[in-house]
T-cell receptor, first 112, second 114 residues
Framework: GQNIDQPTEMTATEGAIVQINCTYQTSGFNGLFWYQQHAGEAPTFLSY????GLEEKGRFSSFLSRSKGYSYLLLKELQMKDSASYLCAVRVAQTGANNLFFGTGTRLTVIP | DSGVTQTPKHLITATGQRVTLRCSPRSGDLSVYWYQQSLDQGLQFLIQ???????AKGNILERFSAQQFPDLHSELNLSSLELGDSALYFC?????????????FGPGTRLTVL
């Protein structure tokens, strides 16, 4: 099976930087995704890592270390609208499939 | 707007009943995925279809079934409903069967079982 861990809640200040960690244990690892989800809404794609290293996309960056089973999402210049849940998801290679297994998410609250 | 549509947006029903949730994928996407998200729970993968065929099964109960039609829309059928089935049900789509990248999520159907 898959085991994906991330902190339940985090709080950060507007304009600051926050790092959300995700650790995973899985067989057949084939990529790690980060999604943002506002309460009651659909998850929206933020980033994807399949090789080790840092992927940068504007204010958002994501890092992956496959040997350590570890990823983080870095959010810079936080804005109030960044208050949301951030979901770490692992893609597992199965024949003919592209399944994602999600952690329970980290609820980020941005305060003024 | 991801381009994935789901109907209905809200559904309220009683225990023991049966409901059908509908999903239309993005234009051109052949893969459809169903997820369940209960209160304070993560997204749980239920089932995947690709071009009409079942491709993978996750934590889907035997009371639940799904299918994908020739026009690629999909339906998730939930029967003998229990209180614990109350959740948000999301459908997602992606272009490819296997090594596609992101999945695009629909707005979800909120199911309340009373």
């Amino acid at each position: 099976g898959q085991n994906i861990d991330q902190p339940t809640e985090m709080t950060a200040t507007e304009g600051a930087i926050v790092q959300i960690n995700c650790t995973y244990q899985t067989s057949g690892f084939n990529g790690l995704f980060w999604y943002q989800q506002h309460a009651g809404e659909a998850p929206t794609f933020l980033s994807y890592n399949v090789l080790d290293g840092l992927e940068e996309k504007g204010r958002f960056s994501s890092f992956l270390s496959r040997s350590k089973g570890y990823s983080y999402l870095l959010l810079k210049e936080l804005q109030m609208k960044d208050s949301a849940s951030y979901l770490c998801a692992v893609r597992v290679a199965q024949t003919g499939a592209n399944n994602l297994f999600f952690g329970t998410g980290t609820r980020l609250t941005v305060i003024p | 707007d991801s381009g994935v549509t789901q109907t209905p947006k809200h559904l309220i029903t009683a225990t023991g009943q049966r409901v059908t949730l509908r999903c239309s994928p993005r234009s051109g996407d052949l893969s459809v995925y169903w997820y369940q998200q209960s209160l304070d729970q993560g997204l749980q993968f239920l089932i995947q279809y690709y071009n009409g065929e079942e491709r993978a099964k996750g934590n889907i109960l035997e009371r639940f079934s799904a299918q994908q039609f020739p026009d690629l829309h999909s339906e998730l059928n939930l029967s003998s409903l229990e209180l614990g089935d109350s959740a948000l049900y999301f459908c997602a789509s992606s272009p490819l069967q296997g090594l596609g990248n992101e999945q695009f999520f629909g707005p979800g159907t909120r199911l309340t079982v009373l």
